[in-house]
């Protein structure tokens, strides 16, 4: 059963400290993705990358970066957390995008910060 | 701006009668539509994806239409059941943009 497993169902992290969210995939997918999910807002892209040590701003990077060291592993970080970063959290796969090809989300972590 | 939007309303519908939710797209011409389910708390799960030389797609109970000239995708959904209530959202794709609707949530009444 194919999987992308995020580090963290819920978190709850204080204003000012340095958050890591971790997401790894057993595809050997090539495109990874960080969203963020808010009432009515739908999925806003934060980053993604499309190959190890890659990554491209979404819409909405301020305040996150992103590593990816290895192809299985995508891993969030906001540098110092704020209240409007409460949000939930969805990394998700796919296959290379011209492909057009489903991506596969994992469970989502919702975050509050404090 | 490029956007999908979805009605952001919640339809409710009779379990047995056929669900239809729409997507339209603004200033864009995505290459292929996919349609999501979303359970809550949980990431959403592919369910069908249509391209834009398709007119129709269906997978059992589920058929998506991909209109062009309007600019709209319509997601059906045949004998509809109470299992089926969850949030669904439109993706729009071209080779390196994609963009989401909000969703809509659909609530099948026993």
């Known amino acids: 059963d194919v999987k992308v497993t995020q580090s963290s169902r819920y978190l709850v992290k204080r204003t000012g400290e340095k958050v890591f969210l971790e997401c790894v995939q057993d595809?050997?997918?090539?495109?990874m993705f960080w969203y963020r999910q808010d009432p009515g807002l739908g999925l806003r892209l934060i980053y993604f990358?499309?190959?190890?040590?890659?990554?491209e701003k979404g819409d909405i990077p301020e305040g996150y970066s992103v590593s990816r060291e290895k192809k299985e592993r995508f891993s969030l970080i906001l540098e110092s957390a704020s209240t409007n970063q409460t949000s939930m959290y969805l990394c998700?796969?796919?296959?290379?995008?011209?492909?057009?090809?489903?991506?596969?989300f994992g469970q989502g972590t919702r975050l509050t910060v404090v | 701006s490029q956007k999908i939007e979805q009605n952001s309303e919640a339809l409710n519908i009779q379990e047995g009668k056929t669900a239809t939710l729409t997507c339209n797209y603004t200033n864009y011409s995505p290459a292929y539509l996919q349609w999501y389910r979303q359970d809550p708390g949980r990431g959403p799960v592919f369910l069908l994806l249509?391209?834009?030389n398709e007119k129709e797609k269906r997978k059992e109970r589920l058929k998506v239409t991909f209109d062009t000239t309007l600019k709209q995708s319509l997601f059906h959904i045949t004998a509809s059941q109470p299992a089926d209530s969850a949030t669904y959202l439109c993706?729009?794709?071209?080779?390196?943009?994609?963009?989401w609707g909000a969703g809509t949530k659909l609530i099948i009444k026993p």
């Open positions: 990358s499309y190959d190890v040590k890659m990554k």
């Open positions: 993706l729009g794709g071209s080779n390196y943009q994609l963009i």
């Open positions: 595809m050997d997918h090539e495109n």
């Open positions: 998700a796969s796919s296959l290379p995008t011209g492909m057009n090809t489903e991506a596969f």
């Open positions: 249509i391209r834009e």
